[in-house]
């Protein structure tokens, strides 16, 4: 069975989960996330002082969400580390899912930012306050929005690369960071120009539909992986493709994976002559893990080999239905 072109495309180094060598991975994520909790820091407090001098509910959304932004960088710094760590005698598979937690954390704060600001924009809208200092808070949220556009074209580069899912957590949180520093740029811009501040909570309030709905999509991202979510379709085909690409491969079936921050897992029964040797059969299971792994670096590949046509079905209380071309007979088991 041989990989079409169209799979060799796909094959493309660090293109996928596992794709890329732990420590390859480990040392993108590390300073992509250095550089999030870094700005995090500054643009909150570029922030806090922007809302003290202009009392703007839209700046007040964007400094809520880049206050949660600096707890959510740090749970992301330290969970891609975390994330890398061998596996031990405590936890066999790893500590991948650690990236998974920070997703989870994040989603969390996100919606509940967007919650109070909510409720802050609700009540300017039916008691309108003063907004001052319109020109020093439209500067900050212009210099932020500049940052921001960096950062997440730095964390696009490392997702093309890792597929990390923290990371993919905190991009969401910037990329509704953006979106609040624009809106808040444009509600203190036509409450200046209008001289209406009810423009200024109208931004404060789309900021905060906005933050619940990037919180949704990033609770799904993590509880995937927290669920153990089969890795896509067009990854599984790779895999199938790499395993059976040997003449002596009957089939593979029962192919089980998933991810687990920087790693995945592969699991799969591949079909073998039935009177092969063990060490004959061995050594092709061999030279299938090596192929998985040349493409998935960070793979945890387990094969189970299975005498072709005489297998009884595999796999526990999630084991596949027998195969109908494979069912089992007192025929098969007669000795050779």
């Not at 120009?193 to 619940?212: H, M, P, Q, S």
């Amino acid at each position: 069975m041989n990989a079409t072109a169209e799979t060799e495309a796909h094959l493309t180094p660090g293109a996928r989960p596992g794709g890329l060598a732990p420590d390859a991975s480990a040392a993108l994520t590390a300073r992509v996330t250095q550089f999030s909790l870094g700005l995090a820091i500054l643009l909150t407090l570029l922030k806090a002082l922007a809302w003290r001098l202009s009392g703007s509910v839209a700046l007040l959304a964007s400094l809520g969400d880049s206050a949660l932004d600096v707890f959510a960088a740090a749970a992301t710094f330290f969970a891609v580390r975390y994330a890398v760590a061998p596996a031990d005698a405590e936890h066999r598979y790893g500590h991948g899912k650690a990236e998974a937690f920070a997703s989870l954390l994040q989603a969390g704060l996100v919606f509940a930012s967007g919650a109070l600001i909510g409720r802050e924009a609700l009540d300017h809208l039916l008691q309108p306050r003063p907004v001052e200092a319109e020109v020093f808070g439209m500067g900050v949220m212009a210099f932020s929005m500049v940052a921001v556009v960096a950062l997440v074209t730095a964390q696009n580069r490392v997702l093309k690369k890792t597929g990390s899912v923290a990371v993919h957590g905190d991009r969401a949180h910037y990329l509704a960071d953006l979106v609040a520093n624009g809106a808040a740029f444009a509600g203190l811009g036509a409450a200046a120009l209008f001289k209406d501040t009810r423009f200024d909570a109208a931004a404060g309030l789309f900021v905060a539909v906005w933050l619940v709905w990037g919180a949704v999509g990033v609770f799904r991202e993590a509880a995937h992986q927290l669920m153990d979510k089969e890795l896509d379709d067009a990854e599984r085909e790779v895999i199938i493709q790499l395993a059976g690409n040997d003449p002596a491969v009957r089939g593979v079936h029962q192919l089980r994976t998933r991810a687990s921050g920087p790693f995945i897992h592969i699991q799969m029964h591949m079909d073998l002559d039935p009177d092969l040797t063990l060490e004959a059969a061995h050594r092709i299971v061999v030279r299938a893990e090596n192929r998985l792994l040349e493409a998935f670096p960070a793979a945890d590949v387990l094969i189970h080999a299975d005498p072709s046509g005489r297998a009884e079905p595999h796999g526990g209380v999630f084991g596949e239905a027998p195969y109908e071309a494979h069912e089992h007979t007192e025929a098969n088991e007669a000795p050779h």
